[in-house]
C-alpha cells in the first residue's frame, strides 16, 4: 500500500495526573476543607459568646425621672379679637362737608377735629341770637331803672300801688327775656361746634365715608367714619357650661387649686402657631347659657401696645383656669394599662423593674398628668419595654432622648386614659407582674 494510503491512527491519550499526584491533590483539598470547617466552627463560638455577653449585660431603656410640680389647666378655645371700643363718626349739623381733616388708617385722640362742616348758617344764628340777647338785656336795664324808680314813690303815696306791681313784673319779663337769649346764645354756639366733627374717643381711625361736598345730616345723622380701639383688645371666647361647672366643682372641693388671686391668665396663639408675647387676662364668664348650644360667653383683655393685632381676627385661646398641685408630667408612651387601671414600669436604683399603679387626670400635650402613684425622684421607663418582654430582670437606664416637656407647651385638656385617649394595652409577658403588683 501506497504510504499516502495507510490509515492514520488516533493518537493515544495520555493521563493528566499520575496516581501519585492525584492522591495529593485529593489529601490536599480534605486539608483545606477542614481548616475552613473549624474556621466556621470558630466564627460560631464566637458568635455565641458575643451573645450570651450581650445577654448577659442589662439592656440600655431610656427613663425619665419624675418631678412634682404645679401644673395648670388650660383650656384651648378658639376666639376672635375686636376692639375694646367703638365709636361712629357721626355729622349732628346739616350742611356741605368742606374738609377732611385727618388720614385714613391713622390714629386719633379724642376731640380731635376730624370733618369741617360748612358753618355759615350757623354763624349767622349766633349773631341773630347774640342780639336778641342784648336787646333783651337792653330791656332788662330800662325795666330795673324804672322799678327802683317807683319804689320810693310809691311809698310816698305819689303813685298807686299797681303802676309799681306794674313795673316789677315788667323787671321780671325783661329778666325772663335775657335767660331765653341766654339760652339761645348757648343752643347757636353748640350748633356751631357741630359744624366741626370730632373724634368722640381715642383710637384708630378707618376710611372716611363721605367725601367734600356732600351733603350731610339732612333728616338723620350721616355716619362719616368709624374709630376703633385696638390697645386693649378683647377676646371672646365659648366655653362648654358643664365644663366650666365641673371646674368650679373641683376648685371648691379642693381637688384643684386656683391659679393665682390676680385673675385667670389667657395666652392666645396666632393662625401661624406661634404664641402672642403679651398675655392677657380674663375680664368676665358671662351667666347666661346658650339654649341652642350649652356654652357661655367669656371675654378676655388683650394688651395690644405696637397695634400688632387686628380686630376680627380669629385666634387660639388658652386659659389657665385652675391648677393641680405635686403632680408629674409623663410621656404617654411610658404609661400602659390594663383591665385594672393605668400603670408605669418604676426602674430601681439596682437595675430591677415593676410595674407601678398610677392615677391619671388628663392629657397636656404629649404628656399625661399623673396625680398620684409617683414619687418626686423616681425613674419611669419610656421605652425598651420590648427588651423587658423578652425577659429581662434588669436594665440600665439612660435619660430618655423623646419630646420636650409639655409643661411649656400646654394642650387642651382631654379625657382620662380610662375614656376616650387609652394608652396602648400591656405586653402580654408582663400582665401577671403587673396584676400581682396591684
Known amino acids: 500500500m501506497h504510504p499516502m494510503y495507510e490509515k492514520k491512527q488516533a493518537p493515544q ?66 376666639g376672635r379679637l375686636e376692639p375694646s371700643r367703638i365709636a361712629q363718626v357721626r355729622a349732628r349739623a346739616a350742611g356741605i362737608v368742606q374738609k377732611r381733616l385727618f388720614q385714613e388708617g391713622s390714629d386719633v385722640k379724642a376731640g380731635q377735629a376730624l370733618f369741617q362742616i360748612d358753618n355759615t348758617p350757623y354763624r349767622a344764628n349766633l ?55 341766654k339760652a339761645a346764645v348757648t343752643n347757636a354756639n353748640v350748633n356751631l361746634g357741630y359744624a366741626s366733627v370730632t373724634a368722640p374717643i381715642s383710637g384708630r381711625i378707618g376710611r372716611a365715608l363721605v367725601t367734600e361736598g356732600a351733603l350731610v345730616g339732612q333728616g338723620d345723622a350721616t355716619q362719616l367714619a368709624t374709630i376703633q380701639q385696638v390697645n386693649p383688645l378683647y377676646v371672646n371666647v365659648t366655653q362648654s357650661a358643664s365644663d366650666i361647672m365641673r371646674m368650679r366643682e373641683a376648685v371648691n372641693s ?30 368676665f364668664t358671662d351667666l347666661t347659657v346658650d339654649p341652642s348650644t350649652g356654652q357661655v360667653s367669656v371675654r378676655a383683655e388683650l394688651p395690644n401696645p405696637e397695634g400688632m393685632l387686628l380686630p376680627g381676627t380669629y385666634v387660639r385661646v388658652r386659659l389657665e383656669q385652675a391648677q393641680i398641685d405635686s403632680a408629674a408630667l409623663i410621656p404617654q408612651q411610658a404609661v400602659t394599662r390594663n383591665e385594672k387601671g393605668n400603670f408605669v414600669m418604676v426602674v430601681a436604683d439596682d437595675g430591677s423593674i415593676a ?67 387609652k394608652p396602648a394595652a400591656a405586653p402580654s409577658a408582663n400582665a401577671d407582674s403587673t396584676q400581682a403588683a396591684k
Open 13 to 78: 491519550r495520555q493521563p493528566l495526573l499520575a496516581p501519585s499526584h492525584t492522591r495529593a491533590a485529593v489529601i490536599g483539598l480534605s486539608l483545606i476543607a477542614a481548616l475552613g470547617l473549624s474556621a466556621c466552627n470558630d466564627k460560631k463560638d464566637e458568635q455565641q459568646k458575643a451573645q450570651a455577653a450581650a445577654q448577659a449585660k442589662p439592656p440600655e431603656v431610656g427613663v425619665v425621672t419624675v418631678e412634682l410640680q404645679n401644673v395648670p389647666l388650660v383650656s384651648d378655645l378658639p
Open 127 to 181: 349773631q341773630s341770637a347774640q342780639a336778641t340777647l342784648a336787646q333783651a338785656e337792653a330791656n332788662l336795664a330800662q325795666a330795673s331803672a324804672t322799678a327802683r324808680r317807683y319804689k320810693p314813690l310809691v311809698e310816698a303815696n305819689a303813685i298807686s300801688k299797681q303802676e309799681y306791681d306794674t313795673a316789677i313784673a315788667n323787671e321780671k319779663a325783661a329778666l325772663a327775656q335775657v335767660a331765653a337769649g
Open 254 to 283: 379642693g381637688k384643684l387649686a386656683k391659679v393665682g388671686d390676680n385673675g385667670i391668665k389667657v395666652h392666645v396663639h396666632l393662625d401661624d402657631g406661634k404664641e402672642y408675647p403679651l398675655p392677657g387676662k380674663l375680664l
Open 355 to 421: 410595674p407601678r399603679p398610677v392615677q391619671i387626670s388628663q392629657s397636656q400635650g404629649t404628656n399625661w398628668i399623673v396625680t398620684s402613684g409617683l414619687k418626686a425622684g423616681e425613674k419611669v421607663m419610656v421605652d425598651g419595654l420590648i427588651k423587658v418582654g423578652m425577659g429581662a430582670k434588669k436594665v440600665t437606664p439612660v435619660p430618655w432622648k423623646g419630646n420636650a416637656p409639655a409643661a411649656a407647651q400646654p394642650a387642651a385638656p382631654a379625657a382620662a386614659p380610662a375614656a376616650q385617649d
